[in-house]
């Protein structure tokens, strides 16, 4: 989808982050287009997790700015950029243990208006049908399997409707058909809500067939952005992740 003359959902623009000596995130700068998928590659500890963290307000930059839909949200707290509509999903999917998989999809509503708090309930129902879930609606979480505990947070964090929902390692260690479920969930909401996605994963073929865009940070700086196709053809994007192949060598 073109950003050409499109308003971005979400600006990230000259972000730097420093934990003592060590650089982070090195100027960072892209958008995120509405209703669109965001890959974001590059080696261990080039700084991936630590934008995510500082996009939804668990870290603030030392430099730049966020913005959602044009306003600047540097420094908001996190449950503020969950009001905001941004949502996160964890390396390790974080879901409530001792409470059953519904009981989990209510607790986002926990602060909704008792007008809303109905048709919140079904929409919650729904998601369960819609990851596939619904037969263990009335498990503890606990008795779920990793795989599972995914696709609950997942539609947990799709509850209250965020604008964009930010994924650390979706796809780390699922069964495959877990991952064919998370895709076609990532999908369908784009298509059906318009909501983004902003997605840290190694799996590198399956991110460039389902973004629009994708990043590449090496030692916490942007080496590449862009098209999928153009980003993993980009030299930058090559020796410092990639590789060459043994025939290209
Ligand atoms: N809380 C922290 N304190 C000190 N250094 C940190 C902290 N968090 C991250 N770092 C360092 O910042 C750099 C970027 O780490 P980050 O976890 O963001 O990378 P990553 O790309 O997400 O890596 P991975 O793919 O392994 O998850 C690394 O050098 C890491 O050691």
Redesign the pocket.
């Known amino acids: 989808m073109s950003e050409a003359g499109a308003e971005a959902l979400l600006t990230v623009d000259g972000i730097g982050k420093r ?2 000596g ?1 650089v ?2 090195k100027d960072v700068s892209f958008t995120v287009a509405p209703r669109s998928v965001l890959g974001l590659i ?10 995510l963290n500082i996009v939804n307000g668990v870290l603030a930059p030392d430099q730049g700015e966020i913005r959602l839909s044009g306003a600047v949200t540097t420094g908001r707290r996190p449950s503020d950029l969950a009001a905001l509509g941004v949502a996160r999903t964890f ?1 390790a999917a974080r879901v409530f243990s001792t409470l059953t998989v519904t009981q989990n999809l209510f607790v986002p509503l926990l602060h909704q208006r008792a007008l809303e708090r109905r048709a919140a309930h079904r929409r919650a129902l729904e998601l369960l049908a819609f990851v596939g879930l619904e037969r263990h609606a009335d498990r503890v979480a606990s008795e779920l399997s990793g795989g599972q505990q995914r696709l609950l947070e997942f539609a947990r964090t799709l509850v209250t409707r965020p604008k964009i929902v930010l994924m650390d ?1 979706p796809f780390a260690g699922v069964h495959p058909q877990i991952k064919a479920t998370l895709i076609r969930c990532i999908r369908e909401t784009v298509a059906a809500e318009g909501a983004s996605f902003l997605i ?1 994963s ?1 799996e590198v073929p399956d991110l460039v067939a389902m973004s629009d865009r994708m990043v590449c ?1 090496v030692e ?1 700086a942007v080496a590449a952005w862009g098209l999928p196709a153009d980003v993993i053809r980009e030299e930058k994007v090559i020796d410092g992740y990639l590789g060459r192949s043994e025939e290209a060598a």
């Open positions: 934990f003592r060590v982070a995130v590059g080696p261990n500890g080039s700084g991936k997790t630590t934008l390396q390692e840290v190694h940070l916490g």
